[in-house]
């Protein structure tokens, strides 16, 4: 007896993506990907046989290692991808792009933590650099700083000690011209030349805001009264529990699970990223 709906759709192995609408990557050692199912991201650390089958080893920015199922159900850029086990000739596949857009250097291993330091501002905004620009930051050997609130950058400035060789880069919460925040940035980095810090910001209230609404389902971020905490009230008005610390920190959460790639966030926000990085990692000129 024929079926009149053709053959059932649920049948194979459905986690699989059609072949035409993948590309086929070797899982070389570095390259981060997202596993399509429970959202854990990491960096290729092994590719093991286990139980009879082959797994892929993922080890997460918190050096946490979980083992998935070679083959299909992963994301690079929000793009499904089949991974392979790597050999000599799948290294000459084309090149592999991260989720800040620039060219993956698969096969290397992060380098030894370079002089200079990202510091931002809140652990919220250290996890959205991590996941959009962390492969770019392990390959340059920059890690990532975070300052409890902008009254800790002068504090943290002189700790430090920038110098040309070993700068420091400062990201900003809401760094608006005439603000308590732009007073205080101007008054900690007039103590050090310019060749040894550079503080950029973002104008949003917060980092959940550098993520496009559109991701979260909602065509602008909402004006919270301000009487209400502002967290909060996103949160609430996302339909999430927003009465504790906690409510929150899972609601950014959700947030940051929407994020694929730079292409989710929004400019003002991405590229001062690119912009301290480049500041960072370009060799210093010169001088006569």
């Not at 009487?227 to 947030?255: F, M, N, R, S």
Request: glycine share 10%; hydrophobic share 45%; aromatic share 6%.
């Amino acid at each position: 007896m024929s079926s009149r709906y053709g053959s059932d759709p649920l049948a194979g192995d459905w986690r699989r993506p059609r072949a035409a609408e993948v590309a086929t990557v070797p899982a070389e050692l570095g390259l981060v990907v997202e596993d399509r199912e429970t959202g854990w991201t990491g960096a290729v650390l092994r590719v093991e046989p286990i139980g009879g089958r082959q797994v892929v080893v993922l080890e997460d920015r918190h050096g946490r290692v979980r083992s998935f199922p070679l083959g299909p159900g992963f994301l690079i850029d929000g793009r499904p991808v089949v991974l392979t086990r790597a050999n000599a000739a799948t290294a000459a596949a084309g090149p592999v792009r991260s989720a800040s857009g620039s060219r993956a250097v698969v096969g290397a291993k992060a380098r030894v933590a370079a002089a200079s330091r990202l510091f931002v501002e809140g652990t919220h905004d250290a996890e959205l650099v991590e996941k959009v620009w962390g492969h770019d930051l392990r390959v340059e050997g920059v890690v990532v700083e975070v300052l409890h609130g902008v009254d800790d950058l002068a504090a943290a400035l002189a700790d430090f000690g920038p110098t040309r060789t070993a700068r420091a880069g400062v990201l900003v919460d809401h760094l608006v011209p005439g603000s308590k925040e732009s007073r205080i940035v101007a008054a900690a980095s007039a103590r050090f030349p310019d060749d040894t810090v550079l503080v950029v910001g973002h104008p949003y209230v917060d980092v959940w805001q550098a993520v496009r609404p559109q991701r979260v389902g909602l065509t602008a971020w909402p004006t919270i009264s301000r009487d209400v905490e502002w967290k909060a009230g996103i949160a609430a008005a996302l339909g999430l529990p927003h009465t504790t610390t906690e409510d929150l920190g899972l609601a950014w959460k959700q947030i940051l699970g929407r994020v694929r790639t730079y292409a989710d966030l929004e400019p003002a926000f991405s590229g001062r990223v690119e912009e301290l990085i480049d500041f960072m990692t370009v060799p210093p000129p010169v001088r006569p």
